[in-house]
Structures are given as C-alpha cells and as structure tokens.
C-alpha cells in the first residue's frame, strides 16, 4: 500500500489568490509544523529578522500560523479579515494581498492540517504489521495528531463553506477510511468473512476513533495510551468479547 499523494509539492500560489488545491483538497505549502509561533511584528520582522521588513514568504507563513490559532478559537464565520489583521499586526490590504481575504487564508489552513493528518495515519498503516497492531498504530496516530495539534484538529472538526466538498473533516475521514478498508479486507478473508462488507466496516472503525478523539480532545483524560487500548478493544473484540482490562500488544506509548 503506497501513501498519498506521492512526488514532490507543486509550484506555490501566486500572492493574493487562493491557495490551488488538488484533488483531494490539499495545499502546497507542505505540513504542517506546530512548533513555530507566529512572528512578533512589532519591529517588523520574525525571529531572525527583527529590524527589517518581512519577506513575502516569512509573512506568508506568519499569517498562516496567527490564521490557524484564530479560526482554532473563534471558527471561520466568527472570524474577520480584521481579527486576523490585528492578530498578525498588520493592515487588512496584506491579508488580501497575500490570500484574497479569510477565505483564502482559511483554505490554506485546513489543506495544511488534512495533509499532516492523513499523512500520520497513512505512514501508520503501511508499514507491515499484524492486523491489530495496524488498528494500534492508526488509533495512536490520530490521538498523536489530537495532542500536538489541537488548534489544527479544532479546526478540522468544524464545517465550513469554504471546505463544503473536498478538505472536510467528512471527506478526510473518507481517505482514510480507503486505507483502512485494504487491511480490513485481508483480515476478513483470513477469517472466512465476506470482503464486501470491509469497506463498511471501515467506515465505522474511522468514525469510532474520530469521535473519541474529538472527546478526548478536551478531557485529556485517561491517559493517550489507555484510550487507543480502549478503541482497539472495543474494535478488535467487539462488546461481547470485551477484555476487562485491555492494554496495547505493540510497543507501549505514554
């Protein structure tokens, strides 16, 4: 099983239209890298470049990032060109100089945050495994994804009309459910189990860990590890076979 969207990023957007998209929706900025904070503007520049003024791209990213924050706090419709502007400190025309107003910008975002995702969890389950251990490493890459990019899965979870057809949280959760639906259909045939119904299947065990990711989300409790053995539990075993106490057969993570 090959990850997606293979072979190098395609030429950047030019300043001031909307970022191109693919057709899975995603952008061409490249993933997303949640270490970075948005550059302090008060002198003018970044970390780096403070004294002077920014370069397109070193602005382009700074928008990015403050964008990710505040769509993450206030979503996209209680968001203005002028939330956003104030936020970076800058004037309303570079926001639209550099994305066409929020629209853009929040195009930009989501695309950057669908391609860390599905690249976490694709990377997670084409690596060869036992079948469980897949369902594991799946679990675990969406709870990793949940942890070290709230803001990003904040934004992912909401619906908005810039998204309504590709870049979704609906339609990510469909590629991944593709993905899913391959090491399903090995593990039913292994079992004597009709392979038509895997792609249903999938579909359900995607959708059961999305929206536990999405309450663990806030509660953060129990710990990462415990809730992915929990997922797997109820997944691999079904209610009737339950464990009562489930732990994860693979490499143990915090």
């Given at each position: 099983?090959?990850?997606?969207?293979?072979?190098?990023?395609?030429?950047?957007?030019?300043?001031?239209?909307?970022?191109?998209?693919?057709?899975?929706?995603?952008?061409?900025?490249?993933?997303?890298?949640?270490?970075?904070?948005?550059?302090?503007?008060?002198?003018?520049?970044?970390?780096?470049?403070?004294?002077?003024?920014?370069?397109?791209?070193?602005?382009?990213?700074?928008?990015?990032?403050?964008?990710?924050?505040?769509?993450?706090?206030?979503?996209?419709?209680?968001?203005?060109?002028?939330?956003?502007?104030?936020?970076?400190?800058v004037s309303k025309p570079v926001v639209y100089e550099h994305f066409g107003g929020k629209e853009g910008l929040y195009a930009v975002v989501v695309d950057r945050e669908v391609h860390a995702l599905l690249a976490a969890i694709t990377e997670?389950?084409?690596?060869?495994?036992?079948?469980?251990?897949?369902?594991?490493?799946?679990?675990?890459?969406?709870?990793?994804?949940?942890?070290?990019?709230?803001?990003?899965?904040?934004?992912?979870?909401?619906?908005?009309?810039?998204?309504?057809?590709?870049?979704?949280?609906?339609?990510?959760?469909?590629?991944?459910?593709?993905?899913?639906?391959?090491?399903?259909?090995?593990?039913?045939?292994?079992?004597?189990?009709?392979?038509?119904?895997?792609?249903?299947?999938?579909?359900?065990?995607?959708?059961?860990?999305?929206?536990?990711?999405?309450?663990?989300?806030?509660?953060?409790?129990?710990?990462?590890?415990?809730?992915?053995?929990?997922?797997?539990?109820?997944?691999?075993?079904?209610?009737?076979?339950?464990?009562?106490?489930?732990?994860?057969?693979?490499?143990?993570?915090?």
């Amino acid at each position: 099983m090959l990850p997606l969207h293979q072979g190098g990023p395609p030429a950047a957007p030019r300043p001031g239209n909307q970022c191109p998209r693919d057709r899975r929706g995603w952008g061409h900025d490249g993933p997303v890298t949640t270490s970075q904070e948005p550059a302090d503007t008060t002198t003018g520049g970044a970390a780096g470049t403070r004294g002077r003024r920014m370069t397109a791209g070193e602005r382009r990213r700074q928008l990015i990032e403050v964008g990710r924050r505040v769509f993450a706090e206030r979503g996209f419709d209680g968001t203005t060109v002028e939330d956003l502007a104030a936020k970076a400190r800058v004037s309303k025309p570079v926001v639209y100089e550099h994305f066409g107003g929020k629209e853009g910008l929040y195009a930009v975002v989501v695309d950057r945050e669908v391609h860390a995702l599905l690249a976490a969890i694709t990377e997670a389950l084409t690596r060869p495994a036992p079948a469980r251990i897949l369902v594991e490493r799946a679990a675990l890459a969406l709870l990793d994804y949940v942890e070290a990019s709230a803001d990003g899965f904040r934004i992912l979870v909401r619906d908005s009309p810039v998204t309504a057809t590709t870049g979704t949280f609906s339609s990510l959760l469909g590629d991944v459910a593709g993905q899913v639906e391959h090491l399903l259909a090995d593990a039913f045939a292994d079992h004597g189990l009709p392979r038509k119904a895997a792609p249903m299947y999938a579909q359900m065990l995607v959708g059961m860990v999305a929206m536990t990711g999405q309450w663990w989300l806030d509660t953060r409790r129990p710990r990462k590890a415990e809730v992915a053995a929990h997922i797997v539990n109820l997944a691999w075993n079904g209610l009737s076979g339950l464990e009562p106490e489930p732990r994860l057969h693979g490499r143990p993570r915090r």
